[in-house]
T-cell receptor, first 115, second 119 residues
Framework: AQKITQTQPGMFVQEKEAVTLDCTYDTSDPSYGLFWYKQPSSGEMIFLIYQGSYDQQNATEGRYSLNFQKARKSANLVISASQLGDSAMYFCAMRESRGTYKYIFGTGTRLKVLA | EAQVTQNPRYLITVTGKKLTVTCSQNMNHEYMSWYRQDPGLGLRQIYYSMNVEVTDKGDVPEGYKVSRKEKRNFPLILESPSPNQTSLYFC??????????????????FGPGTRLTVL
């Protein structure tokens, strides 16, 4: 069965440092998409970055990059130069592609950026 | 402004009293979806719709109904709510393929959430 695992319930990082949030996934589908979302304390869900299973290069969006290791089934989010505004809950998600558009989310990692 | 709206934002109700949470998007998206968020469980997909009159179950559909009679609207219906449906509910929408206005189908837009309490 498809599954997303985020093993870090909470993390701290010093402002201006880089941080990696872990995400591993399990699927038998050769075609899938991986996503990261941010949920600040205000509650809204914000799309950050996407990686397709056939993409040759790791996705990047500004300070966010996705470290995609297909053989290890991992899709870690790297945030460079952390800012106080990065303090939030971060969710990893996967979308199946076998003719359906089901999404599966991980349990999230709460990141706290320290001044 | 491109957005997904949900109403109500907060609702306290009692067991067994039917309720509907509305969701509407103004981006002409084909795909719409409902999620519930519970502490320690992340988001779980309840139902999704690929287009008008096309709906399918997510991982936790029990106790919920949906309909997609118009492209912009995707209401979530709880026919007989129970306390275990107390949760934070999110509606989301996206394109089904390609991109529009610089936004790809890979980006889901979420509504602000509806906090439901069932007593």
């Amino acid at each position: 069965a498809q599954k997303i695992t985020q093993t870090q319930p909470g993390m701290f990082v010093q402002e201006k440092e880089a941080v990696t949030l872990d995400c591993t996934y399990d699927t038998s589908d050769p075609s899938y998409g991986l996503f990261w979302y941010k949920q600040p304390s205000s509650g809204e869900m914000i799309f950050l970055i996407y990686q397709g299973s056939y993409d040759q290069q790791n996705a990047t969006e500004g300070r966010y990059s996705l470290n995609f290791q297909k053989a290890r089934k991992s899709a870690n989010l790297v945030i460079s130069a952390s800012q106080l505004g990065d303090s939030a809950m971060y969710f990893c998600a996967m979308r199946e592609s076998r003719g359906t558009y089901k999404y599966i989310f991980g349990t999230g990692t709460r990141l706290k950026v320290l001044a | 402004e491109a957005q997904v709206t949900q109403n109500p934002r907060y609702l306290i109700t009692v067991t067994g009293k039917k309720l509907t949470v509305t969701c509407s998007q103004n981006m002409n998206h084909e795909y719409m979806s409902w999620y519930r968020q519970d502490p320690g469980l992340g988001l779980r997909q309840i139902y999704y719709s690929m287009n008008v009159e096309v709906t399918d179950k997510g991982d936790v559909p029990e106790g919920y109904k949906v309909s997609r009679k118009e492209k912009r609207n995707f209401p979530l219906i709880l026919e007989s709510p129970s306390p275990n449906q107390t949760s934070l509910y999110f509606c989301a929408s996206s394109l089904i393929w390609g991109s529009s206005g610089g936004v790809s189908y890979n980006e889901q837009f979420f509504g602000p959430g509806t906090r439901l309490t069932v007593l």
